[in-house]
């Protein structure tokens, strides 16, 4: 509706500009009229005084000085100039055209136009109400928007909430050819596919578990989903291996963590009873091995000693998450490398190698400018710390112990 009133308001002056000269003709119509008149009153005047002449009542003077007056008379009451022009069109003509102009605007725009854009980003200003009308909204969007694709990708995730596992599949599917296999969305496409097969193992999946895996082991999307894969396929040891890797890096007080633990359990039970694989066991995922830690636990070595200052031990608690980060200065504050800990282990020696790199291919030992800080996050999230260490430069594979003591409250 807001849109229709923004073209009637176009429109308006559209049709006044047309209809001007037909409305000023009308104008100029009325002029010419009254022209017609006067001349006929001069032509009338002169006729009385060329007979008053003709019986002797006026001279030839006078006869004149009453023409010369006439023509004043009528020279007063008419506009000198260029003779007007009369338009031959009428008003049905006019009118007919004026009426095309909206009509013709508008089969220009069903044509060439963008109303369903127009609909949808209107529509985007109001929140779905069910999970069906966000589905038909997404439907939408990849509809006029097909290269999108993070709607293709949001698409996908909505449809796996509904348990629409084929449709998922299709739409991660889609967002893989427009930006490549990333990790994020292989690993939602290789669940979507998995249930939209009744639960068949693929190559294609396992090539997914590799690819995902060998870009981040710690990968909690994929490890989750080759645990459920693997338990339903009856190999027992692939998933209590997955999920016990999945839990390792869980915060306890996560209430995720209690779902994993409860796979853990499951596992461990299934195991119990029927062997690490169950006698009709399918073909089911393998979990790629961890890299080798212990090599990369000798590489990239920075030596820190870390503890809290002693005027902020009351403020504290023992189960307080503790995170001691290693950044390379040219990135900013992304983190290379990373140990957490709490603060009923403090003061700790640690020492930070490449064991400990969030991502397999930013090692400390590749890395230039190395500075390194601590942190205490109460709720246990380390991008929203509550007290923080001075940063310190550090260099890699030395004997030299860095002290990090956390002595700063983070004020918000």
């Given at each position: 509706?807001?849109?229709?009133?923004?073209?009637?308001?176009?429109?308006?002056?559209?049709?006044?500009?047309?209809?001007?000269?037909?409305?000023?003709?009308?104008?100029?119509?009325?002029?010419?009229?009254?022209?017609?008149?006067?001349?006929?009153?001069?032509?009338?005047?002169?006729?009385?005084?060329?007979?008053?002449?003709?019986?002797?009542?006026?001279?030839?003077?006078?006869?004149?000085?009453?023409?010369?007056?006439?023509?004043?008379?009528?020279?007063?009451?008419?506009?000198?100039?260029?003779?007007?022009?009369?338009?031959?069109?009428?008003?049905?003509?006019?009118?007919?055209?004026?009426?095309?102009?909206?009509?013709?605007?508008?089969?220009?725009?069903?044509?060439?136009?963008?109303?369903?854009?127009?609909?949808?980003?209107?529509?985007?200003?109001?929140?779905?109400?069910?999970?069906?009308?966000?589905?038909?909204?997404?439907?939408?969007?990849?509809?006029?928007?097909?290269?999108?694709?993070?709607?293709?990708?949001?698409?996908?995730?909505?449809?796996?909430?509904?348990?629409?596992?084929?449709?998922?599949?299709?739409?991660?599917?889609?967002?893989?050819?427009?930006?490549?296999?990333?990790?994020?969305?292989?690993?939602?496409?290789?669940?979507?596919?998995?249930?939209?097969?009744?639960?068949?193992?693929?190559?294609?999946?396992?090539?997914?578990?590799?690819?995902?895996?060998?870009?981040?082991?710690?990968?909690?999307?994929?490890?989750?989903?080759?645990?459920?894969?693997?338990?339903?396929?009856?190999?027992?040891?692939?998933?209590?291996?997955?999920?016990?890797?999945?839990?390792?890096?869980?915060?306890?007080?996560?209430?995720?963590?209690?779902?994993?633990?409860?796979?853990?359990?499951?596992?461990?039970?299934?195991?119990?009873?029927?062997?690490?694989?169950?006698?009709?066991?399918?073909?089911?995922?393998?979990?790629?091995?961890?890299?080798?830690?212990?090599?990369?636990?000798?590489?990239?070595?920075?030596?820190?000693?870390?503890?809290?200052?002693?005027?902020?031990?009351?403020?504290?608690?023992?189960?307080?998450?503790?995170?001691?980060?290693?950044?390379?200065?040219?990135?900013?504050?992304?983190?290379?490398?990373?140990?957490?800990?709490?603060?009923?282990?403090?003061?700790?020696?640690?020492?930070?190698?490449?064991?400990?790199?969030?991502?397999?291919?930013?090692l400390l030992s590749a890395a230039q400018d190395i500075q390194v800080q601590a942190s205490i996050a109460r709720d246990g999230n380390a991008s929203e710390p509550n007290w923080l260490s001075a940063i310190k430069p550090v260099t890699v594979d030395t004997e030299q112990q860095t002290e990090l003591v956390i002595e700063q409250e983070v004020i918000r």
């Open positions: 509706m807001f849109f229709l009133l923004l073209s009637l308001l176009l429109l308006l002056p559209a049709l006044f500009i047309f209809l001007w000269p037909v409305l000023k003709g009308r104008k100029h119509q009325a002029e010419e009229d009254r022209t017609a008149l006067n001349v006929a009153l001069y032509q009338e005047r002169v006729t009385e005084l060329e007979a008053l002449h003709a019986q002797g009542v006026l001279t030839d003077e006078q006869l004149e000085q009453g023409r010369q007056e006439a023509g004043r008379d009528l020279l007063e009451d008419t506009e000198l100039g260029a003779p007007l022009a009369q338009t031959k069109l009428g008003m049905a003509l006019p009118l007919i055209a004026a009426l095309l102009i909206p009509v013709g605007g508008a089969a220009l725009y069903k044509v060439f136009g963008e109303g369903e854009k127009v609909a949808l980003t209107l529509s985007l200003a109001e929140q779905p109400k069910t999970a069906g009308e966000a589905i038909a909204r997404l439907e939408n969007i990849v509809k006029l928007q097909p290269d999108s694709a993070e709607a293709w990708f949001f698409l996908g995730r909505t449809y796996m909430n509904e348990q629409q596992h084929k449709k998922a599949a299709q739409a991660f599917d889609k967002t893989m050819r427009l930006v490549g296999k990333q990790p994020e969305v292989l690993a939602q496409w290789a669940q979507a596919e998995y249930f939209s097969t009744d639960k068949r193992w693929t190559d294609e999946m396992q090539q997914a578990v590799d690819t995902v895996l060998a870009a981040d082991p710690n990968d909690a999307t994929m490890l989750g989903f080759v645990g459920i894969a693997a338990f339903e396929s009856g190999n027992f040891n692939t998933a209590l291996e997955a999920w016990s890797r999945l839990l390792d890096q869980m915060d306890p007080r996560d209430p995720s963590a209690r779902a994993v633990l409860t796979g853990v359990e499951r596992a461990e039970q299934a195991i119990n009873e029927f062997g690490e694989r169950a006698v009709d066991a399918e073909v089911g995922p393998v979990l790629p091995p961890l890299p080798d830690t212990a090599s990369l636990a000798e590489q990239g070595r920075i030596s820190l000693l870390v503890s809290v200052a002693p005027a902020l031990l009351d403020k504290l608690q023992p189960e307080d998450v503790v995170f001691v980060f290693a950044r390379a200065t040219s990135d900013g504050q992304i983190p290379l490398a990373a140990q957490r800990l709490t603060v009923a282990q403090l003061p700790a020696e640690i020492v930070l190698s490449d064991a400990d790199a969030l991502m397999p291919e930013t």
